[in-house]
């Protein structure tokens, strides 16, 4: 396989193409999901949960952030991997002022990232161009925004009712900045999939947003059933159908390929 590159993403999303995405904390299993054909890696800051037993994502830091890049980042060139690194900026580092936020951005770069995500609208969107200018791919990130969850009330659904106008104005301002892609999180499918043919620009990543994004992205652990006690609706256990963790990748980047994850009955709400 070719690297998986900004313009590979673009082309996917053109062509309509779904584009496969999960997160990745470690080398092994980053080296597995690139094995099984995953097309965007994220180094997600649901590793505070995952990895470190967090109760939010609120608690992760830069350093943490810093680790686990380098870690996957490696996994990936070991085994001469072609997907596309995303790696979060953690909450506090990007809110001051966009020059922190391109302090952070270049310590995940330098870690491997080959594009950062942040969360939220509105003030962001300055950020976002700031950093694109000087050549950082940025992924934006808005409806349930779990950095936000104290300010939000809760890991509920967004962008309902009047609220979606707002999530789309901010979705079209943050494309104009030039994110070149989206995370939508659990928000209406109706939305989500108005959003993805409106941006011609930006692919949308959606989880727990229904089936109309550009792609999909789900924590690595909920799809391989690593989990205790109950999981968001929106999640599918590829565990239970496979023989082995591989087999599992594969059907998920098949499902998410095919256009059979997720189904109708797999919306947020
Ligand atoms: O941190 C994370 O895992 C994420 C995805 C769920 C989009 O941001
Ligand atoms: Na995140």
Redesign the pocket.
Known sequence: RKPVSLPRIADMHARGEKISML?AYDATFAAMADAAGVDCL?V???LGMVCQGLSS?VGVSLDTMRYHTDSVSRGLRRVQGTAWLIA?LPFGSYQQSREQALASATVLMQAGAHMV?LEGGGWTTETVRFLVERGIPVCA?LGLTPQTVHALGGYRVQGKGDAGALLQQQAHALQDAGAAML?L?MVPAALAAELTTALTRCATIG?GAGRGTAGQ?L?LHDMLGIHLGKMPKFVRNFMADAPGVLPALQAYVRAVKDGSFPDDRRHAW
């Open positions: 997160t994220l997600g800051d649901s994502t979060d995500k990130h995370v999180e989880i992205v924590v």
